[in-house]
């Protein structure tokens, strides 16, 4: 027989969080069946072919699953090496936009190559959550100094909003501020630091909101409940309306009316309003717990994460996804202004999906280094098993 050796197991692996995975996946394919609905009337007005739309969306979703296995695949752990320099990328990428990117509605977001286009401000997004992580890792307790640790931190939060908020781009600017505030809290930074910046910032962001008309008028229909169904709260009204024909059960898949020319955009940041329509109040609480499911493992990957780092990009990942889908949540059912984010994984686009199904694999990654779904092994009679922890295996 031969003699026992030690070899070095590297990085302990274990099983993948299967929830997480699932409900992802659902989400990608059941919006393909509601993108279509949503998307096939306008795509055969505008192409003359109502898969126009849907096949678009099919190879974007595609990739978004490849996005997925990549972002599970890779040692994630090694990314610290290159955060900074992708988020400096992303800021010279974000001033690119404003010179030379694509207008749309009056904004410029994004960068056309040929006919490949996507929005900076998604990769911004990733990077500056996946900076965040490293900084904070590194730090430490040093976060709590506000010359050292806090402020450098802030710059790039500002940097990055304002750059955004420049093109203009309201909803996608407060949200990566809020997700950046997020991740100084539970870096346990000074609740002083926190406050006072807040505090600057809302008079900052209610001045940069009524600078606009468009702006002013969105935020004035929702504070005086207009559903009057002209202006701007027109959208808002249609969206509504397909809520209440969807009753309990909803009309059916593929039998919207609402789709029909009547919500614009059905098939983008309004997507939720067609889901209630066709499936119901069932089916809304069907889509709303799989985003439950991905926030209550999400955190709980966080909770038994391997390392600091580890542990703040599962936490920076689930709010990020969880804050979307109750913000457009929030909209479509009027209890929230009318903003342009996507619901994650449903709505039509690819720079959100392709970026954040990115990270939701790097989350799926971490949750492989953690002992909440051990792999089974198989031991020789007699041998003793070792620690859960340990990364030395014995072989004979």
Do not use: C
């Amino acid at each position: 027989m031969n003699e026992p050796r030690t070899i070095s197991s590297g990085v302990k692996r274990n099983h993948i969080d299967l929830p997480v995975l699932i409900a992802i996946l659902t989400l990608m394919v059941l919006s393909l069946g509601v993108v279509y609905s949503a998307s096939a009337t306008w795509a055969m007005q505008r192409f003359g072919e109502s898969s126009r739309m849907i096949s678009l969306h099919a190879l974007r979703v595609l990739l978004g699953i490849v996005a997925l296995f990549v972002g599970m695949a890779i040692d994630y752990t090694k990314l610290k090496r290159i955060t900074k320099l992708t988020l400096v990328v992303s800021v010279v990428l974000l001033f690119v936009t404003l010179i030379f990117g694509g207008e749309m509605k009056g904004a410029s977001r994004w960068l056309r190559f040929g006919g490949f286009g996507f929005q900076p401000s998604e990769l911004a997004k990733i990077a500056l959550l996946f900076h965040l992580s490293t900084l904070i890792a590194a730090k430490g307790e040093l976060i709590k100094d506000f010359k050292r640790g806090f402020i450098p931190m802030m710059i790039w939060i500002i940097g990055v909003t304002m750059l955004v908020l420049i093109q203009p781009n309201f909803s996608t600017g407060f949200m990566i501020l809020s997700l950046g505030l997020i991740m100084l809290f539970v870096s346990r930074a000074r609740m002083l630091h926190l406050v006072g910046v807040s505090l600057v910032s809302l008079p900052l962001l209610v001045g940069y909101l009524v600078s606009a008309e468009y702006r002013l008028e969105r935020v004035r229909s929702f504070l005086e409940g207009g559903l009057s169904g002209g202006g701007m709260s027109y959208q808002l009204y249609q969206g509504i309306i397909g809520f209440g024909n969807g009753g309990l059960i909803g009309v059916g898949p593929g039998e919207s009316r609402q789709r029909d020319l009547f919500l614009p955009e059905s098939y983008g940041d309004f997507v939720f309003s067609i889901v209630g329509e066709e499936y119901g109040l069932i089916g809304t609480l069907f889509f709303m717990s799989l985003f439950l499911v991905i926030m209550l493992r999400g955190f709980k990957i966080a909770k038994h994460a391997p390392d600091r780092f580890s542990q703040l990009i599962a936490i920076a990942i689930t709010s990020m996804v969880t804050l979307y889908a109750l913000v457009n949540a929030g909209v479509t059912l009027g209890v929230l202004p009318t903003t342009g984010l996507p619901m994650p994984f449903v709505s039509y686009g690819g720079s959100s999906l392709l970026f954040t199904s990115f990270a939701v694999g790097v989350l799926l990654n971490i949750s492989a280094r953690t002992d909440l779904h051990p792999r089974a092994s198989v031991l020789p009679e007699g041998t003793m098993p070792l620690e859960p922890l340990e990364k030395k295996v014995r072989i004979t």
